[in-house]
Nanobody
Framework: VQLQASGGGLVQPGGSLRLSCAVS????????IGWFRQAPGKEREQVAC????????NYADSAKGRFSISQDNPKNTVYFQMNKLVFEDTAVYYC??????????????WGEGTQVTVSS
């Protein structure tokens, strides 16, 4: 399984970005897919997750109401729409996949990160 993340960039506070994660090797419904981020000097944190099977979606408190995760099955791609960005959202964002149900117990596959910088 390979994951390719893209869509990062420089954005002003209050702006939006959409990240993409193209998955190859397995279909999305066979995987739990998560978006994680790591800011300088901080531990990596899970921001959102789509669970396998029932496709339940969970967000970190910091993401609720601003970010949304979605999938496009024909394209085998997961999207991460980020709105109302703030300085604290600056981080390297990673998509990851697991053959297990959710994203809490370790991910099996990781894509390369994409940098998101929120700055005025």
């Amino acid at each position: 399984v390979q994951l390719q993340a893209s869509g990062g960039g420089l954005v002003q506070p209050g702006g939006s970005l959409r990240l993409s994660c193209a998955v190859s090797g397995l279909t999305l419904d066979d995987l739990a897919i998560g978006w994680f981020r790591q800011a300088p000097g901080k531990e990596r944190e899970q921001v959102a997750c789509i669970s396998r099977d029932d496709r339940a979606i969970n967000y970190a408190d910091s993401a609720k109401g601003r970010f949304s995760i979605s999938q496009d099955n024909p394209k085998n791609t997961v999207y991460f729409q980020m709105n109302k960005l703030v300085f604290e959202d600056t981080a390297v964002y990673y998509c990851a996949a697991s053959g297990g149900y959710g994203c809490l117990y370790g991910m099996d596959y990781w894509g390369e990160g994409t940098q998101v910088t929120v700055s005025s």
